[in-house]
């Protein structure tokens, strides 16, 4: 082959190499787009389902508020009176209609953890995030455990609700502590989020 001709085969070898490495470039481009996009879409989901379910635990802990705080008051009255505690007493005295835990909905935070769609969210929000969730949780633990502990069938056949008084009024001392730091947690992130919600709709 003459030097020419090995001239021009380098230069093709050269040109296919060069369009290899683009195509390869090109679809790596493609595909780290691709992959941003639906990073973006599921950022994008998990924000609205926070904000839908937080606002719904927002207005569920809301509307237990008032009837918590009554409790609490009847109750410390009832204990701190001189009359005798009786169960005909304490129906007149205390309008109880069961404790009212708050259920706390969790499911946008279990599908986040699950499809990865908190590691899309930018840290400070998704840490901020976090936070709300651990706290519902503690609080659901607190209620799991003093219904778990002071309603069961053995309690309930040997005590009346006279008789479990005082633990109620501790109970209901620690929760409306917890609600209303829940209810200024909620007031901070809820436009945390709604307001990153709107930044990547843009």
Same mark, same amino acid.
């Given at each position: 082959?003459?030097?020419?001709?090995?001239? @021009?085969?380098?230069?093709?070898?050269?040109?296919?190499?060069?369009?290899?490495?683009?195509?390869?470039?090109?679809?790596?481009?493609?595909?780290?787009?691709?992959?941003?996009?639906?990073?973006?879409?599921?950022?994008? =989901?998990?924000?609205?389902?926070?904000?839908?379910?937080? $606002?719904?635990?927002?207005? =569920?802990?809301?509307?237990? @508020?008032?009837?918590? $705080? *009554?409790?609490?008051? %009847?109750?410390?009255?009832?204990?701190?009176?001189?009359?005798?505690?009786?169960?005909?007493?304490?129906?007149?005295?205390?309008?109880?209609?069961?404790? @009212? +835990?708050?259920?706390? %909905?969790?499911?946008?935070?279990?599908?986040?953890?699950?499809?990865?769609?908190?590691?899309?969210?930018?840290?400070?929000?998704?840490?901020?995030?976090?936070?709300?969730? *651990?706290?519902?949780?503690?609080?659901?633990?607190?209620?799991?455990?003093?219904?778990?502990?002071?309603?069961?069938?053995?309690?309930?056949?040997?005590?009346?609700?006279?008789?479990?008084? +005082?633990?109620? !009024?501790?109970?209901?001392? %620690?929760?409306? /502590?917890?609600?209303?730091?829940?209810?200024?947690?909620? !007031?901070?992130?809820?436009?945390?989020?709604? @307001?990153? /919600?709107?930044?990547?709709?843009?």
């Amino acid at each position: 082959m003459s030097l020419h001709g090995r001239e @021009r085969s380098l230069l093709n070898l050269f040109f296919e190499v060069a369009l290899i490495a683009v195509g390869v470039f090109l679809a790596l481009l493609a595909n780290n787009w691709h992959e941003n996009s639906e990073h973006r879409t599921q950022a994008r =989901a998990a924000l609205r389902n926070f904000a839908d379910e937080m $606002e719904a635990n927002r207005e =569920a802990t809301q509307r237990n @508020r008032q009837y918590h $705080e *009554t409790l609490a008051r %009847e109750l410390r009255e009832f204990l701190a009176s001189k009359e005798p505690p009786s169960d005909d007493r304490f129906n007149k005295s205390v309008h109880f209609e069961g404790l @009212r +835990p708050v259920i706390f %909905e969790h499911t946008a935070w279990d599908l986040a953890l699950a499809t990865q769609a908190l590691s899309y969210l930018k840290p400070d929000l998704a840490f901020d995030i976090s936070k709300v969730y *651990t706290q519902q949780n503690a609080i659901q633990k607190l209620e799991d455990s003093f219904l778990a502990s002071a309603f069961t069938p053995a309690t309930l056949s040997s005590e009346s609700l006279k008789g479990l008084a +005082p633990a109620m !009024e501790i109970y209901l001392i %620690e929760v409306n /502590l917890q609600e209303p730091a829940m209810m200024s947690r909620y !007031e901070q992130i809820i436009p945390e989020v709604k @307001r990153a /919600l709107s930044g990547e709709a843009r």
